[in-house]
């Protein structure tokens, strides 16, 4: 899985992560690889069905922001999709214990959502040590929703 540019070697893993699910179907690790791998290959919809069986259970908040970014993939931007970041959002601030700055998934959640917060965190994590790390979401959070969501899901 560590090398995105060969489709074989994607397809291959997928192929032991679908083993692995059979003899272990509620295996969360296993089922959250194996959605993350299905979105790099573009197979959204089945990617879908893993993260709903995972938010079902348990999703971490990474897991549920991408689980939103696939359904707006999907289905474009609705109000379920809105309030689907929103919940991702609110996850990354009851889980956030480990930092007091957000991260950029966070900021990405927020800003996904629409949220009102998403400029003050934007603004509080170029403030901090964290904008010298990812220089990237700048431009990230400058992007128009749909060219966004293709950044990250083509």
């Not at 291959?12 to 083993?19: E, G, H, K, T, V």
């Not at 993260?51 to 079902?56: E, K, M, P, R, Y």
């Not at 999907?74 to 930092?99: H, I, R």
């Amino acid at each position: 899985m560590e090398a995105p540019g060969d489709e074989q070697q994607l397809t291959n893993a997928l192929a032991i992560l679908d083993q692995g699910l059979e003899r272990h179907p509620d295996d969360t690790k296993l089922r959250s690889r194996r959605a993350n791998l299905l979105t790099t290959l573009g197979r959204y919809e089945e990617a879908r069905q893993d993260l709903d069986t995972l938010h079902d259970n348990t999703l971490n908040k990474e897991g549920m922001l991408l689980r939103c970014m696939v359904y707006e993939r999907l289905e474009g931007d609705t109000e379920k999709v809105l309030g689907c970041y929103a919940g991702a959002e609110v996850a990354f601030v009851t889980n956030d214990t480990l930092s007091d700055q957000p991260d950029a998934n966070h900021i990405l959640a927020a800003r996904l959502a629409e949220s009102p917060e998403a400029e003050a965190l934007l603004l509080e994590w170029q403030a901090s040590n964290g904008a010298g790390q990812e220089p990237m979401l700048g431009a990230i959070m400058e992007m128009d929703r749909e060219k966004l969501i293709r950044q990250f899901l083509p």
